[in-house]
């Protein structure tokens, strides 16, 4: 399934590639990190959350602390913030980094790793947004991908040239966080209804993409990401848009999207 896939609508050729899983999937991605921190020291990295990237980030949190990958080279961010969460609150994709990856509550501190401010309200956002371009724009974004085709929280519908914004979550997301947030705090409010979220004309901006997705649940968004219609209807759709953006899919992710 290797190759480049000249999808409907597209305007470049996206490369897709096989991974034999989440392991082989999270090591092929800390490759392109250490790429990146090689070619680029201090170009920002943007990381996603979620399952998909749960065997990425104790790799990450290895290959920092072995030196590997030096500390004083990163500079990071991420995708999305719930709404009302800082960095300290479980449940919080702030929280989540740090919890699997130790090394980045060290860039938090010193400043290396610019969270999204989770209050929503536009100058906080505007700001960030500014703070990511002083820092020279994002070099490489990680990206997961929704089963209703979301990127980051850009839900279907999510204009192709939105910037970082408040958004409301669908349905679909809600429920797919519910175990992820029962787990962490079994009494409290549950999944949040908004969030704070990187928009899609900042994830086009950046560098180079990289969206992997794992398991037959993502079949049917990775297919009409792939070959569908470029349009918000699938907003994953907007990475055949991108000029350096490579897919990485297990078999079962890929089974309805033949390329
Ligand atoms: P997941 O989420 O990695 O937990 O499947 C991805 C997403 O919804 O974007």
Redesign the pocket.
């Known amino acids: 399934m290797d190759g480049a896939a000249a999808a409907p609508g597209s305007t470049t050729r996206l490369r897709v590639e096989s991974v034999d899983g989440p392991e082989a999937a999270a090591e092929r991605v800390l490759r392109e990190v250490e790429a990146t921190v090689a070619s680029h020291p201090r170009g920002l990295i943007s990381f996603?959350t979620?399952?998909?990237?749960k065997a990425f980030f104790p790799k990450l949190a290895a290959a920092i602390n072995s030196g590997q990958l030096p500390m004083a080279s990163l500079l990071c961010t991420h995708l999305d913030e719930y709404l009302g969460y800082g960095p300290e609150r479980p449940g919080g994709m702030v929280h989540e980094l740090v919890t699997a990856c130790p090394p980045l509550a060290d860039l938090l501190r010193q400043g290396s790793f610019l969270p999204v401010p989770g209050e929503g309200d536009a100058p906080s956002l505007e700001a960030h947004r500014q703070r990511l371009q002083r820092a020279g724009g994002i070099r490489l974004q990680l990206l997961?991908?929704?089963?209703n085709g979301?990127?980051?929280f850009n839900e279907p519908g999510a204009p192709f040239d939105g910037t970082f914004r408040k958004v409301q979550l669908s349905e679909s997301?809600r429920r797919?966080a519910e175990a992820r947030f029962r787990s962490l705090d079994p009494e409290g409010p549950g999944v949040p209804t908004e969030a704070a979220s990187a928009g899609l004309g900042d994830i086009q901006s950046a560098g180079r993409l990289i969206l992997v997705a794992l398991g037959a649940a993502?079949a049917d968004a990775v297919h009409a990401m792939l070959h569908g219609p470029v349009d918000p209807s699938c907003p994953a759709s907007v990475v055949r848009r991108h000029p350096d953006a490579l897919v990485l899919l297990d078999a079962a992710a890929a089974g309805r999207a033949v390329v």
């Open positions: 996603a979620g399952g998909t990237y997961g991908i929704g089963r979301h990127l980051a997301t797919d993502k």
